[in-house]
């Protein structure tokens, strides 16, 4: 089964090679992690921006324990109506 678990500043610091400190423990990463370095970290600052704004910003795509993406907003949501991902 594949799941969506909210993906914390901890979680990106550990997608990043940080040791993991708090969040959620005991996934594992894909095989050559998810991306590289540098869009990782594009990706947890603009992260942090949507989060600031709406609480809510990008999510781990887990399959049986392994973390094997990304899914996030591009933005804020406007409205309850759409949003773009």
Not at 1 to 29: H, I, K, N
């Amino acid at each position: 089964m594949t799941t969506l678990v909210a993906a914390s500043d901890a979680d990106f610091g550990w997608m990043l090679g940080e040791a993991r400190t708090t969040g959620t423990g005991g996934l594992t990463l894909a095989e050559g992690g998810l991306e590289a370095p540098e869009v990782l970290a594009m990706l947890h600052t603009l992260a942090a921006k949507v989060r600031a704004s709406d609480g809510f910003a990008a999510w781990m795509i887990v399959a049986e324990g392994e973390v094997v993406g990304l899914i996030s907003y591009m933005a804020a949501p406007e409205n309850a109506a759409a949003v773009e991902i």
